[in-house]
């Protein structure tokens, strides 16, 4: 696996995949390396697009918002305030706001699973293709 990793970082580095690129990250991270798997390596890289297979292979997702921070509760008990009453309207509209996010929320859960599928057979080509695990 360290051998597609080095390759990673040089296509990631601008720099081009090459037997003494690979080697020479390989020596630099203290790994000792086998020629003939270089070889092999820069001999089945030559015909792949790696960024149309790291496209294939990479999620999409955006990451995660993070909530902003709450404000601490003072030291003095606030009184309770009452909830002013609720309109039809507003009763109809919290529903179909509900509704929409559990819709959204499945949808979201869907696009996950399918990018996890997508990940994980790119990793599959990519591990067949060298013979790792």
Do not use: C, W
């Amino acid at each position: 696996m360290e051998y597609i990793y080095a390759a990673l970082l040089l296509h990631n580095s601008g720099k081009e995949v090459t037997e003494d690129g690979v080697k020479a990250v390989m020596e630099a991270a203290g790994i000792k390396v086998d020629k003939g798997r270089v070889k092999a390596l820069i001999s089945a890289l030559s015909d792949v697009n790696m960024d149309e297979a790291m496209a294939q292979a990479q999620p999409v997702a955006a990451p995660a918002a993070v909530a902003p921070p709450t404000a601490m509760p003072s030291a003095a008990p606030q009184a309770a305030v009452p909830a002013p009453a609720t309109a039809p309207e507003a009763v109809e509209a919290e529903k179909a706001g509900k509704k929409g996010k559990a819709e959204k929320k499945e949808k979201k859960e869907k696009k996950e699973g399918e990018e996890e599928k997508a990940e994980e057979t790119g990793m599959e080509g990519l591990s067949s293709l060298f013979g790792e695990d």
